[in-house]
């Protein structure tokens, strides 16, 4: 997959373009539907599937003080879109000066001017423009006169709920991972490079491998069994997310408890898919108290998560 940063690097005259548009945070299933949808157009006219997407999030220029934190930073975001088999991305820098453009100015200037499109498929909540004061059916409108077919999705439901980033965020800041992934089509994941600790978990018997924090969204406070993909490999394992009440640590941390595995990974990355949450992070009067209800959580994980 081509990743184009910005509209003046396009090289050459993309191939019977078509197109999405949008923030595509999480990549959920009902994004992916989307972008299953824009490679099957392009394949019927022998074109190019193309995302256009926006670096930053428009909410963090336009009201920082309310952008939450991001399900799918930009690297993991492009990481779940190039697993789908887009063609191409075209990230645009979303600035001041850009959210002033109209909607009428943005489909000439830039989906006909520079990106010939031959099609647009968007999602049925899709806005754009100034003051998000375009929406799916004005994209529709405008873009007839400019000969280009649009496509708008109905919204994917799943179990009664319709599947959207903000829905999936609100589950993994309540602890319902297994409900987010439902929503996702993956387990929920947190990459991060390892790095080194207060050394408590070899002290206690279990060393972890603690993960550089960084500004996207972490699930709620707890203890889970997690799935752990280092080096291409996948192992089992616990995760607290929290402060660790026993020992009053006074920083947010995710440290993970890798099953089965001895080997050294400070400056690794890691990918830690949260599976299930087993607990509150609970304050033990003693080390050996926590110990045994560390020795329970695995017990329980095995019988209730990881089978087979």
Request: glycine share 8%; proline share 4%; aromatic share 10%.
């Amino acid at each position: 997959m081509e990743i184009i940063f910005g509209i003046d690097l396009i090289k050459k005259t993309f191939i019977n373009p078509v197109i999405t548009l949008g923030n595509f945070d999480g990549v959920h299933l009902g994004h992916q539907r989307i972008l299953e949808k824009v490679k099957d157009e392009a394949r019927k006219i022998h074109g190019e599937s193309i995302v256009i997407t926006f670096e930053p999030h428009p909410l963090k220029i336009l009201y920082p003080e309310h952008c939450p934190p991001l399900l799918t930073p930009f690297r993991k975001k492009m990481i779940f879109i190039e697993k789908t088999g887009i063609d191409k991305v075209l990230c645009l820098e979303f600035s001041l000066a850009f959210a002033e453009i109209s909607p009428l100015e943005f489909i000439k200037n830039i989906l006909v001017d520079k990106v010939n499109a031959k099609k647009i498929i968007v999602g049925y909540n899709y806005r754009f423009g100034k003051g998000k004061s375009g929406d799916a059916e004005d994209l529709k409108n405008n873009c007839k006169l400019f000969d280009i077919q649009v496509e708008v999705m109905e919204a994917l439901t799943i179990d009664h709920t319709i599947v959207s980033s903000s829905k999936i965020r609100e589950l993994i800041k309540e602890g319902e991972v297994e409900k987010a992934s439902k929503l996702l089509g993956r387990n929920y994941p947190i990459i991060g490079k390892v790095i080194g600790g207060s050394k408590r978990g070899h002290e206690l018997g279990f060393p972890t491998a603690n993960l550089e924090i960084s500004d996207e969204l972490y699930p709620k406070t707890g203890v889970y069994a997690v799935e752990v993909e280092w080096n291409r490999r996948i192992f089992n394992g616990l995760a607290n997310v929290g402060f660790i009440p026993t020992f009053e640590a006074k920083s947010f941390s995710l440290e993970v408890y890798i099953l089965n595995f001895n080997r050294e990974i400070y400056g690794d990355e890691i990918q830690v898919n949260f599976k299930k949450r087993i607990r509150n992070e609970i304050r033990f009067s003693s080390p050996s108290q926590l110990i045994d209800q560390i020795r329970k959580d695995i017990q329980w994980a095995k019988e209730n998560v990881f089978l087979g």
